[in-house]
């Protein structure tokens, strides 16, 4: 498996936005993605005024990965609710999915007009800023989010993201230790802290806290991911075909991308 199998994952979900629909990463609650949509839907059809329904949808849309759609509903949010702050860095991270980074970055500074101390803005211009290859000027942003609630344990996930698409490991894991000081029960924290272990080659200490994720958050599709590609990696042909299959118990809750990636793991797998 290659170091990016387990290292890129942007789907952390802004926590003021849910309402009861979702949860942090792997970006998903109770039920599966598709039927989320289907009851945000039925929200918006009763009242088309709800900027808060179309959000939620675009959420969802999101960590599908459907881009486009989510973009559709984070304008009509906005829309409706203009001096949204969070509306518009919504914006701009499914302009950053469809790699419209000038649009993107257009939404972050718009979002900073409203609310100059909300830490989303800045994680996501340094998620921009990361993706055009400016690495150290996005680190100040990543900081900056940081900074604005030290005893916020988002800000620190996306900084350890951040450093763990850069390959840097000690500090990535420094961040996620700081999220889990904070939250010893933050699924999302144990699952960035086991993948940093895996990618640095830290295998049983991998599997120790990609199992704690699991457990703390047993329906998530991304972890149980997560644990079948490092079994896979360790050629534990049986674990990870469980885990893979676990996973797709909850496909309605996984982009395209990872849905091929499965498949085709378990078809090899199943193969022989």
Same mark, same amino acid.
């Given at each position: 498996?290659k170091q990016?199998?387990?290292?890129?994952?942007?789907?952390?979900?802004?926590?003021?936005?849910?309402?009861?629909?979702?949860?942090?990463?792997?970006?998903?609650?109770?039920?599966?993605?598709?039927?989320?949509?289907?009851?945000?839907?039925?929200?918006?059809?009763?009242?088309?005024?709800?900027?808060?329904?179309?959000?939620?949808?675009?959420?969802?849309?999101?960590?599908?990965?459907?881009?486009?759609?989510?973009?559709?509903?984070?304008?009509?949010?906005?829309e409706?609710?203009?001096n949204?702050?969070?509306?518009?860095v919504?914006?701009?991270?499914?302009?950053?999915?469809l790699?419209? &980074?000038?649009?993107?970055l257009? $939404?972050?500074?718009?979002? @900073?007009? +409203? =609310?100059?101390n *909300?830490?989303?803005?800045?994680?996501?211009?340094?998620?921009?800023?990361?993706?055009?290859?400016?690495?150290?000027t996005?680190?100040?942003?990543?900081?900056?989010?940081?900074?604005?609630?030290?005893?916020?344990?988002?800000?620190?996930?996306?900084?350890g993201?951040?450093?763990?698409?850069?390959?840097r490991?000690?500090?990535?894991?420094?961040?996620?230790?700081?999220?889990?000081s904070?939250?010893?029960?933050?699924?999302?924290?144990?699952?960035?802290?086991?993948?940093?272990?895996?990618v640095?080659?830290?295998?049983?200490s991998?599997?120790?806290?990609?199992?704690?994720?699991?457990?703390?958050?047993?329906?998530?599709?991304?972890?149980?991911?997560?644990?079948?590609?490092? &079994?896979?990696?360790?050629?534990? $042909?049986?674990s990870?075909? @469980?885990? +893979? =299959?676990?996973a *797709?118990k909850?496909?309605?809750?996984l982009?395209?991308?990872?849905?091929?990636?499965?498949?085709?793991?378990?078809?090899?797998?199943?193969?022989?």
């Open positions: 498996m990016s199998s387990l290292s890129h994952r942007n789907c952390l979900v802004p926590a003021a936005l849910l309402v009861a629909v979702l949860s942090l990463p792997g970006c998903g609650g109770g039920g599966g993605g598709n039927q989320m949509i289907v009851r945000l839907s039925q929200e918006i059809k009763a009242n088309s005024e709800n900027a808060q329904a179309y959000a939620n949808r675009g959420l969802a849309y999101l960590e599908l990965e459907e881009y486009e759609k989510a973009l559709t509903d984070f304008k009509q949010a906005v409706l609710q203009g949204s702050a969070l509306f518009h919504l914006c701009a991270r499914a302009y950053l999915g790699k419209l &980074y000038d649009a993107a257009a $939404r972050a500074v718009r979002a @900073r007009t +409203f =609310n100059v *909300l830490p989303d803005i800045y994680w996501v211009r340094g998620q921009i800023l990361q993706a055009q290859g400016q690495d150290s996005g680190q100040a942003q990543f900081d900056t989010s940081v900074g604005i609630d030290r005893k916020k344990v988002e800000p620190y996930l996306k900084r993201e951040f450093y763990l698409r850069g390959q490991f000690a500090e990535a894991a420094k961040d996620a230790n700081k999220a889990i904070l939250d010893s029960n933050s699924a999302a924290a144990f699952n960035l802290k086991g993948r940093v272990f895996f640095s080659g830290r295998y049983d991998a599997f120790t806290n990609l199992e704690r994720a699991r457990v703390l958050d047993a329906t998530n599709p991304h972890f149980l991911s997560d644990l079948g590609r490092t &079994y896979y990696e360790r050629q534990d $042909r049986t990870a075909q @469980r885990y +893979f =299959n676990d *797709l909850y496909k309605d809750r982009s395209a991308r990872e849905l091929k990636y499965i498949k085709g793991t378990l078809a090899k797998l199943e193969g022989g």
